[in-house]
């Protein structure tokens, strides 16, 4: 599963598959302007952060041909629009790092002309895409080892194929034991209040043959306690210098249990979502969304008017929680402040 995210060079736009009306219906969003890219992030036509990470590499570089039609100072214009998609999500780190990504890149190039960085910028854009998938396939390899024969795998959120550029990272892992000729079953967290573990993780899974069933989000504990989970993976928006995963909300509570019933919990992720200049969990911005995605659905509101609800995207998953770190790199064991200093020494 690689087409969700579709640059086309006839249309000179990036073709997301609008993710927020999965599974009953496959509409596809075009991506033109910098508005058009900052719009998809926020509301989530894409999410995952590898996959933010790929669309806001592209969005650089529609943000240039956006500049090329205006008047005035284009430097000082393109680095505004820049500044405009590092600023649209404050969680996930693949998104900043792909906008410094091109920036360093503009900054090596010297006293170059527009038309030149497009060029060079595109190219980038297509490799970051690329290997995102190269990435995740080498974690599934990495993390399909950890999988035994028979396990059944709970997961929370979704971090597949469409989280990120393709084959995905905790549902990578689960793809790699699978490849690994392995029997692997999934046990898929509902993943409130924007159900992307009932929505995307099971439909990418059923469409791919791979054996699931949808969880209540209070149902962990019981399915634990029952011995029904072997493993849990998880995916990651940001992991800090010292270990700790920011991801999806509920993810953290989902540790605990684990934890409380000796079920291995790990996290999968590229080595660019693990931010070393970050010192812990608590040291990240939690984004606060629309409470309009808690208190309705679909047009139908839950809770009384007037009532105000929590809405916090993500939660950090302290390190001594997380069994293992799978990057593409291998992976990762506590003491995590020293295998992170490593990795990028």
Not at 16 to 23: A, C, H, I, N
Not at 36 to 53: F, K, N, T
Not at 64 to 72: A, I, K, L, T
Not at 224 to 248: C, P, S
Request: proline share 5%; net charge negative.
């Amino acid at each position: 599963m690689t087409e969700h995210i579709q640059y086309s060079p006839e249309k000179d736009a990036l073709i997301l598959l609008d993710q927020r009306y999965l599974p009953n219906r496959e509409d596809w969003f075009e991506c033109k302007t910098t508005d058009d890219i900052c719009y998809a992030l926020v509301v989530m036509v894409v999410r995952g952060a590898p996959a933010i990470g790929v669309t806001a590499a592209y969005g650089c570089y529609l943000a240039g041909r956006e500049v090329q039609s205006m008047d005035g100072d284009w430097k000082a214009t393109l680095s505004a629009k820049l500044d405009q998609i590092h600023d649209a999500r404050p969680t996930a780190v693949n998104l900043r790092w792909a906008v410094r990504e091109m920036r360093r890149i503009w900054e090596e190039a010297g006293d170059v002309s527009l038309d030149a960085l497009l060029d060079i910028w595109l190219d980038r854009a297509k490799e970051i895409h690329a290997g995102d998938i190269e990435m995740c396939e080498l974690i599934g390899k990495f993390g399909g080892e950890l999988i035994d024969d028979g396990d059944t795998v709970m997961t929370h959120c979704n971090a597949g194929a469409l989280a990120t550029a393709g084959y995905g990272t905790a549902l990578g892992v689960i793809r790699g034991a699978i490849d690994q000729g392995k029997k692997v079953s999934v046990i898929a967290n509902e993943t409130r209040p924007f159900l992307q573990g009932a929505r995307l993780t099971a439909y990418e899974l059923h469409k791919d043959g791979i054996p699931v069933k949808v969880a209540c989000d209070n149902a962990c504990a019981l399915l634990m306690k029952r011995g029904l989970v072997d493993k849990v993976v998880v995916g990651a928006d940001r992991i800090t210098a010292n270990g700790d995963a920011v991801n999806k909300i509920g993810t953290f509570g989902v540790a605990i249990i684990a934890k409380r019933f000796n079920i291995p919990f790990y996290v999968a992720a590229p080595v660019y979502t693990i931010d070393p200049e970050t010192p812990t969990g608590d040291d990240v911005p939690i984004e606060d969304r629309d409470p309009r995605e808690v208190t309705h659905i679909g047009d139908h509101r839950i809770p009384p008017e007037g009532v105000e609800v929590y809405n916090l995207a993500f939660d950090p998953t302290p390190n001594e929680l997380i069994a293992g770190i799978i990057t593409e790199k291998g992976v990762l064991y506590p003491p995590y402040d020293l295998a992170i200093k490593k990795l990028f020494m």
